[in-house]
């Protein structure tokens, strides 16, 4: 197991799991690549078909603490950089409330110790989209399953018509449905806790947000997700962030419980 602030990463020998089952219906270059620009695969009834295995897409050089044995870079366990911070490349940062400001500030001084995450607790939103496990995303006209390799978590979003609950009941990931509009898959989501991390460094998120999402998959190797968070219980108003994953190939999800064999927290010091 390796540790970043407020991240577990795992990192090992995998043996007697499909790590390297072909997928299917990969399109190829002439000289038999993976053909990541090819169009955006459909559904029979038209639709863009998120269906895929995905990890969270930043451009950045494998830290020097993710290259394996072999030299190569771990891809797997890569976090993004709003996995630390959720205002990475957000002009001006957010429009954060002061005490939600000094709440983000107490969280970030004991370096992710209090991080739900770093206790095995569910990756919430945003952090679904940031963190470095494989998230598999299965499709139907009734409903998109999000399924998580962390703690063997899942998300759904309800395609099927039906509108966001009255009075819900606050949970990590809130209740969703979604909506297409041409190509785009509009998601709202509300219902969330009061006490959520967006990143490593505690940005808060409460139960006062409302969060909308755009999915699409400009060509068969990306998704992006574009995501507007309006809380104003912690923030001023309404702001943006922007998320991509790519594609993961010949491979399947990994059984990783988080609290089995943990040692991470013990490492992490309380200041």
């Given at each position: ?13 995998v ?6 089952y072909?997928?299917?219906g ?14 955006t ?24 603490m ?5 030299g190569?870079?771990?891809?797997r366990v ?8 959720i ?25 992710g ?9 569910p990756?919430?939103f ?12 299965l ?7 999000l399924?998580?390799?962390f ?9 099927d018509?039906r509108?966001?609950?009255a ?13 297409w ?13 009061d ?7 505690g940005?808060p998120?409460?139960?006062?947000a ?5 999915f ?12 507007v968070?309006?809380?104003?219980k ?5 702001w943006?962030?922007s ?13 990783e419980?988080?609290l089995?064999?943990?040692r991470?927290i ?6």
């Amino acid at each position: 197991m390796r540790w970043l602030p407020g991240v577990l990463l795992l990192i090992g020998p995998v043996y007697a799991q499909w790590v390297k089952y072909p997928t299917s219906g990969v399109p190829r270059t002439a000289d038999g690549k993976p053909n990541l620009g090819a169009p955006t695969p459909r559904t029979a009834d038209g639709k863009p078909d998120f269906s895929g295995m995905w990890l969270p897409n930043d451009e950045v050089p494998c830290p020097k603490m993710l290259v394996d044995d072999l030299g190569a870079c771990a891809e797997r366990v890569a976090p993004s950089r709003q996995a630390v911070n959720i205002a990475f490349g957000i002009p001006g940062g957010l429009p954060i409330q002061p005490w939600a400001a000094e709440l983000q500030k107490k969280r970030a001084i004991n370096a992710g110790r209090d991080d739900p995450h770093t206790h095995c607790l569910p990756s919430n939103f945003p952090r679904l989209f940031t963190l470095p496990h494989i998230t598999k995303i299965l499709q139907s006209p009734a409903q998109l399953a999000l399924l998580n390799e962390f703690n063997a978590s899942y998300r759904q979003i309800f395609t099927d018509g039906r509108p966001l609950p009255a009075d819900p009941q606050p949970s990590w990931n809130g209740y969703s449905t979604g909506k297409w509009q041409g190509d785009e898959l509009v998601v709202e989501t509300i219902g969330l806790r009061d006490d959520l991390w967006m990143d490593s460094q505690g940005t808060p998120l409460t139960s006062a947000a409302k969060i909308t999402e755009r999915f699409r998959r400009p060509n068969f190797g990306m998704l992006e997700i574009q995501a507007v968070v309006d809380d104003p219980k912690a923030y001023t108003k309404p702001w943006t962030v922007s998320f991509k994953m790519h594609i993961v190939l010949d491979t399947e999800l990994i059984d990783e419980v988080c609290l089995e064999g943990e040692r991470s927290i013990e490492h992490i010091p309380a200041r």
